[in-house]
């Protein structure tokens, strides 16, 4: 709902003449044109283990949608259920991801697929940006291990966040 929410709160600021906008959905950000100044739009990626940024992507006219499981869970018997489910299990995905951000022109688009890359895990989620590059996304897969994973069109497009040290795969 969010990632629908918007895109259409984005398309009818366009329509009423706006140029620069950023929404924040709680996990899921649009932005409309650039900040009003021209630079691109900087949105932080948070670290799932602390939560803290680990690095800012630099956008423009796009949609930024992060699904994990360290904001919506409890703990029961010193184990973690989140609220992202397994449709194949019915409970909670462990996937060997602890988040998945989707980076696309379609938040709905993007919505739905951080959500779909999160359940798949790493593996299973690579082959399906390699196969759907119709879609027009990029991703951040963040592991269980800690380990960050950008898409090549994201290459570019992200700085570490101050005093964030762990290395960065792209993927090709």
Request: net charge negative; hydrophobic share 35%.
């Amino acid at each position: 709902a969010k990632g629908y929410a918007g895109r259409e709160a984005a398309q009818l600021l366009r329509q009423a003449g706006v140029s620069s906008a950023l929404l924040n959905l709680g996990g899921n950000i649009q932005t409309v044109g650039s900040r009003p100044d021209g630079d691109p739009w900087q949105i932080g990626v948070k670290d799932p283990s602390t939560g803290q940024p680990m690095m800012v992507l630099s956008i423009r006219d796009q949609a930024v949608v992060t699904s994990g499981g360290y904001e919506r869970y409890f703990q029961q018997d010193g184990r973690t259920y989140w609220h992202i489910m397994d449709p194949a299990t019915g409970r909670p995905a462990e996937s060997g991801l602890r988040s998945v951000t989707i980076v696309g022109d379609d938040g709905l688009v993007c919505d739905g697929l951080s959500t779909a890359l999160f359940v798949m895990g790493l593996e299973e989620g690579v082959r399906f940006w390699r196969e759907n590059s119709g879609l027009e996304f990029d991703v951040i897969f963040i592991t269980d291990a800690g380990e960050i994973f950008v898409t090549s069109g994201l290459k570019d497009s992200f700085t570490l966040a101050d005093g964030e040290t762990r290395e960065v795969q792209v993927l090709e």
